[in-house]
Every structure is written in C-alpha cells, then in structure tokens.
C-alpha cells in the first residue's frame, strides 16, 4: 500500500479496541489496532490504513494513566491541563484529589479545580474545607454551577487540551453539555442512598471548544493508582514537599518517625498540610502492598 493511502489524525473516542479518528480533513473514521493490544489513547495522533488498521502512532506529549498493581488503565494523551472536578453534593474524597494531582504533576500538567454545584450553599463551606489545603498550593480553583452557568471555564480551555478526570456524579457530563453544544453527554441523578454518581460516561471523548480548546471528558473514577510512579516520583509530586526534599538527616527517609526529617518539620511550621502527608504515606504503602 502506498504511503499516500495512510490517512493521519487524532482519536476523538475510545471503545475498547475500537477508536474513533478525527481525519485532519475533519472527516471521521473508525480505527483499530494491530494485534491483540489496545495501546492508544483519547488524544493520540494516529495514522490508518484505507481499512481503517493503525499503522502509526504519533509522539506522545504526555499520557494521563491510572495503575495498579495487576494493570494499567489510560485515559488520556497529550493533554496540557488536568481539571479537577469535584462537587457539594455528592461529597469527594481528597485523597482522589490528591492522586490525580501526583499524576498531573508527574506529566508536567496545568491543574484546575474545578467546584461545581456551588448554588448548593448549604455544603458549601464543607468543600471549600476540603480544597483549603490545595488552594493553599495555589492550584487554581473555580466555583461554578453547571446547571445555572458554566461559561467561566471556557477562557481556561482556551488553547489547551484538558482533560476532565472526577468522581461519578460530580458532574462532569452536565459541564461538558453546557460547554459543547450539542455533545449531549448523557446525564442521570444522583443516588443519594449510596451518596455516589451512577456512571453515565462509558468512554472517553475528544471534543473541541469554540476558543480554540480540546476538552476530553472521561468516564466517573472511583480510583486512581499510582502504581506505575517511584517514591521519589510520588514524593515530587507533593509541590509543597519540594524544597525539603534532600534535606532529612537519612537519604532514605520515608518521613514517618525517622528523626531529623525535614518533612516533618515542616508539618510544624506549617508549611506542609498534615493531611496531604497523611495522603502522601497512603500512596508509598499501596506501592509496597497494595491498595487497602
């Protein structure tokens, strides 16, 4: 087959070992890999055959993955900026918060977070508690309320390709409908019962902005491990933890009880949040037996 009969773009949706490609000529195909391995991504830049096979793949920029100890789950590539979207109601875990940002960090991410339900002000004073320690990092934070007015994200994405990454029922769906015309993302209510979102997101999706921006939404996450990451890249992960690094009495320091630790000093003087060292000890112990 001749050079000219492979067709370039980017995977606008992933289904298994099905892609959806965006053609540079705007037009939409269907992909698939060779083999019996799935490796691409929302976002890669690809090239297919006539029938549709994947003949190349394109330098990654960067790849957003979520990992275990058994397998590895990708969810985004080439993005430039992570947001984060969490919610009054359902509630959220910080913790989940936290790993997305490692990641984020790992891959030379922006970060946003992004507080939708904000018109819910009963529980709103709980959730910006919650965000205090990474506003306190200055990772950016909007509040908004998807269902009134989603218009002020729009000047974030402009140039860039997010990536949105949250809890089932925070969302995100409703963020991208108001901001895509016609995405028509699926939506459904919360169970309360369960104070858990239903999946509504059953894949990943590319879609372009109307400023210029690529918004990649992606299914709800109840997990997010770390598994692929060394401790030293955990550990950096941590901005705040950054200009400590290095300076603990033993080289490998792992910030518990070991006396000398400049970490731990600067729980006390309070640069450091003992929550988000609470968090960093969770991440090394999953790295070493696993998830609890």
């Known amino acids: 087959m001749s050079k000219a009969a492979h067709r370039a773009g980017t995977i606008v949706a992933a289904f298994g070992r099905h892609y959806e490609i965006e053609l540079t000529d705007g037009t939409l195909a ?10 691409y991504a929302c ?49 959220f875990s910080d913790l989940l918060l936290t790993r997305a940002l490692v990641a984020a960090e ?3 991410l922006l970060a946003l977070i992004v507080l939708n339900k904000s018109d819910i ?11 205090a320690p990474f506003t306190a990092l200055d990772y950016r934070t909007l509040e908004l309320s998807a269902l009134e007015d989603a218009s002020a994200l729009l000047p974030a994405l402009a ?13 995100k769906s409703t963020l991208t409908n108001a901001l895509i015309p016609g995405a028509a993302a699926a939506t459904r209510e919360i169970s309360e019962a ?39 890249e955990i550990e950096f992960g941590f901005r705040e ?17 070991e006396p000398g630790c400049a ?7 309070g640069a450091i949040h003992a929550r988000r060292l609470e968090h960093f000890h969770q991440l090394v112990r999953e790295i070493h037996h696993g998830p609890n």
């Open 106 to 108: 790992h891959e030379g």
């Open 30 to 39: 269907t992909g698939y890999p060779r083999g019996k391995k799935s490796p």
């Open 43 to 91: 976002g890669d830049e690809v090239e297919i055959t006539s029938d549709g096979q994947i003949s190349k793949h394109g330098t990654r920029r960067s790849l957003l993955y979520r990992s275990d100890a058994y397998r590895q789950k990708l969810i985004a590539a080439n993005a430039t900026q992570l947001v984060l979207v969490v919610a009054t109601e359902p509630s």
């Open 121 to 131: 002000a009963a529980a709103l004073p709980s959730a910006r508690a919650l965000l």
């Open 241 to 257: 933890f950054r200009p400590f690094l290095g300076q603990c009495r033993f080289r490998d320091c792992r910030h518990l009880t």
């Open 194 to 232: 369960l104070d858990t979102g239903k999946h509504t997101t059953t894949h990943a999706r590319l879609y372009r902005t109307s400023n210029g921006g690529m918004l990649i939404d992606c299914p709800g996450l109840q997990e997010f491990g770390l598994a692929h990451m060394s401790i030293g």
């Open 263 to 269: 970490i731990k000093d600067g729980i006390v003087t």
């Open 159 to 171: 140039g860039e390709c997010s990536v949105l990454v949250g809890q089932s029922g925070m969302g």
